[in-house]
């Protein structure tokens, strides 16, 4: 896990062709705005979570993010353990995303 600024985050997404960006916020957190392109996988639901991160193609570069970097943390944590080597982690969270969000 790469720990990244919201500057370094957003431009390293922005050029990879396999990025994919995962939210790992609850659904509630998520309708109130999420970063365009964004799935959801609710980390506090860990049922759900394992059963969508043991879909996840490992060969994809995995860009997380929660509401203050915490979570995304663990999730990145657990996708490493699952054989996803490539993940980073938005440090600060969407709290500290300086680029659009989508409603």
Do not use: H
């Not at 790992?24 to 999420?34: A, K, L, S």
């Not at 506090?44 to 995304?72: H, T």
Request: charge should be negative; include cysteine.
């Amino acid at each position: 896990m790469q720990e990244l600024n919201s500057k370094e985050w957003r431009e390293k997404a922005a050029n990879d062709t396999d990025a994919v960006i995962l939210d790992v916020r609850t659904p509630e957190e998520f309708e109130e705005g999420y970063i365009k392109g964004a799935i959801q996988m609710d980390i506090l639901n860990p049922g759900e979570f394992m059963q969508k991160a043991q879909e996840l193609d490992a060969s994809k570069n995995y860009y997380v993010y929660c509401r203050a970097g915490g979570r995304s943390a663990q999730a990145c944590a657990v996708l490493k353990s699952l054989g996803i080597n490539e993940t980073y982690n938005l440090m600060g969270g969407i709290t500290d995303w300086d680029g659009p969000v989508e409603k």
